[in-house]
């Protein structure tokens, strides 16, 4: 079709979540005023659906776009439609979204909370980058404070308690810092100075179901974490039930977040249900997405006070 070939590359690079409208199976309407006038003619409008998972930011290369024209005088509402293939890549979103929130955030840092394995540290380090952030881990922060020796020996040597206090310390002194991404530790959640701590920047919780948590620690050992380290049984097993154990005892303490990335929710609303299959990237890209919502939040609640 003519004006399918018309809607270019660079206009659908970009998809804002409040230009998608009505939802087909898989696919999400997306309105976009400069696909419609890309309509050769006036007496038509142009509705373009996006594959779903793309809004995501999940699919690497190529998505499928359906683009239906509606004449105004026609009887039937649809009268042509054409589907063609179009990049949205990843890096391109992330780059776009982090542009949008770089304004809200005015410079304040993200500390990254969640369950061991959750990402903190992989997806901090792409947020870190996408805004121009330093990354920081607390756990090698203590580390170097403890003299450059492993969480683990840390461990050993002294105890969780000393670990701990030094925890709280490094999450104070980062604290009077901007323009810093935080991934910290699994546990600093469970003290509520490290609450006043954090919440001097933007708290944001990687919410991860403990099956996938469990899958990805088993894959790189329990070696280098302490708290899962001591039980028997096999790797994907005891991590699986150590985390249990350790999210009844936290659980309410990660929804102190501003933010929570939910990887369940996001597997959902991709269509096939695994968290396994989402990149770091489009999880990243969900967190600018919520951080911008938060942010919006507390602006409105600042004008309606
Ligand atoms: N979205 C993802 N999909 C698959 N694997 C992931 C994903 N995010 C992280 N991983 C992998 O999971 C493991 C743990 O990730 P990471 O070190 O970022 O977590 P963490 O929250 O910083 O962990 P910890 O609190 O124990 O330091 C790593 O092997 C990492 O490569
Ligand atoms: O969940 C936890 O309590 C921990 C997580 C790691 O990041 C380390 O901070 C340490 O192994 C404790």
Redesign the pocket.
């Known amino acids: 079709m003519e004006t399918a070939g018309a809607l270019s590359m660079q206009s659908i690079a970009w998809i804002a979540k409040e230009n998608v409208g009505a939802s087909q199976r898989n696919f999400a309407r997306f309105r976009q005023s400069s696909v419609a006038t890309k309509c050769s003619d006036q007496n038509a409008f142009a509705n373009l659906w996006i594959k779903r998972s793309s809004l995501l930011g999940r699919s690497k290369d190529v998505t499928t776009v359906k683009l239906s024209f509606c004449y105004k005088n026609a009887a039937a509402s649809t009268v042509e439609s054409e589907s063609c293939y179009a990049f949205v890549d990843e890096a391109s979103i992330l780059k776009k979204k982090s542009q949008d929130v770089i304004p809200y955030l005015n410079g304040q840092c993200l500390y990254?909370v969640?369950?061991?394995?959750?990402?903190?540290?992989?997806?901090?380090?792409i947020l870190a980058e996408a805004l121009d952030y330093s990354f920081f881990?607390s756990?090698k922060l203590v580390e170097h404070a403890v003299g450059g020796t492993s969480v683990a020996q840390i461990f050993r040597d002294h105890s969780e308690s000393f670990f701990r206090d030094n925890e709280s310390k490094v999450l104070k002194e980062l604290s009077f810092m901007r323009r810093l991404v935080v991934?910290?530790?699994?546990g600093a959640v469970i003290r509520p100075v490290n609450w006043i701590s954090m919440k001097q920047g933007i708290t944001i919780w990687?919410d991860?179901p403990l099956d996938?948590l469990a899958k990805?620690?088993a894959?790189?050992g329990t070696d280098?974490?302490p708290l899962l380290h001591d039980d028997s049984g096999d790797p994907y097993t005891k991590a699986f039930m150590r985390l249990t154990d350790l999210f009844e005892e936290r659980g309410e303490a990660y929804t102190q977040a501003d933010v929570r990335v939910c990887?369940q929710s996001m597997a959902a609303t991709e269509g096939h249900g695994d968290?396994?299959?989402?990149?770091?990237t489009?999880?990243a890209i969900e967190a600018l997405d919520l951080i911008k919502d938060f942010l919006d939040g507390k602006e409105c609640g600042k004008r309606i006070a």
């Open positions: 990254l969640g369950m061991m394995g959750s990402g903190k540290t992989t997806v901090g380090k881990d756990d991934a910290t530790g699994g990687l991860v996938a990805r620690i894959a790189v280098s974490r990887l968290p396994s299959a989402l990149t770091p489009a999880i």
